[in-house]
């Protein structure tokens, strides 16, 4: 079982549309949370940080459940632009190890 | 400022041939770290520095990889006797670490194929 867990997708979604992601972790050692961005053959970017009291940014919200060890990740109004891969990412070993999910791919339609 | 660069950006071997990746990381960052990333999957971890300390290459898959970072910035990822399962994506991040930040910044990739 991987450390951290993610539905693949595809979710295909109309504009406008709210989408939530979710994912499970392992690592009950795992200090923190991101969710990271990747586009097609780019590089991850960071997106946000995620904590147990909830970390919203523009139309992103995520939300940390330690005792469920669960993540998730809400778009609210989705735009085109939002089409790409959404990783979940766990952190250990003292910030100097980033366990990632296989990512969900969100493809936003017309 | 400039991100962090990788070179080259493609590299096609031949099984058996020896191959060696770049990293340049952003200026000024003390860690260095290295993911190898297989088509439709997720980052996995290779190996880790602080400054030119060597500090986990638990994810190392082989004794045929090799990493280092002689001077504390610029670092090498080597691949002796090139398989093909290690064709992938190899990606280098750089982190300047406050103690209230964990964000690695990536760079482009270098994409392995072996033939």
């Known amino acids: 079982r991987k450390e951290v867990e993610q539905d693949p997708g595809p979710f295909n979604v109309p504009e406008g549309a709210t989408v939530a992601f979710n994912c499970t972790y392992s690592?009950?050692?795992?200090?923190?949370f991101f969710w990271y961005r990747q586009d097609c053959r780019k590089e991850p970017k960071l997106l946000m940080s995620?904590?147990?009291s909830g970390n919203e940014d523009g139309r992103f919200t995520a939300q940390l459940n330690r005792a469920s060890q669960y993540i998730s990740l809400l778009i609210r109004d989705s735009k085109l632009s939002d089409s790409a891969t959404y990783l979940c990412?766990?952190?250990?070993?003292?910030?100097?190890?980033?366990?990632f999910g296989t990512g969900t791919q969100l493809k936003v339609e017309l | 400022g400039a991100g962090v660069s990788q070179s080259p950006r493609y590299k096609v071997a031949k099984r058996g041939q020896d191959v060696a990746l770049r990293c340049d990381p952003i200026?000024?960052?003390?860690?260095l770290f290295w993911y190898q990333q297989a088509l439709g999957q997720g980052p996995e971890f290779l190996t880790y520095?602080?400054?030119?300390?060597?500090?986990?290459k638990s994810g190392l898959p082989s004794d045929r990889f090799f990493a280092e970072r002689p001077e504390g910035s610029v670092s090498t990822l080597k691949i002796q006797r090139t398989q093909q399962e290690d064709s992938a994506v190899y990606l280098c991040?750089?982190?300047?670490?406050?103690?209230?930040?964990?964000?690695?910044?990536f760079g482009p990739g270098t994409r392995l194929t072996v033939t």
């Open positions: 520095f602080q400054n030119e300390a060597q500090l986990d």
């Open positions: 690592n009950s050692a795992s200090q923190s």
């Open positions: 991040a750089s982190s300047g670490r406050t103690e209230s930040s964990y964000e690695q910044y």
């Open positions: 990412v766990g952190v250990t070993g003292g910030g100097n190890k980033l366990t």
């Open positions: 995620v904590y147990s």
């Open positions: 200026s000024g960052h003390v860690s």
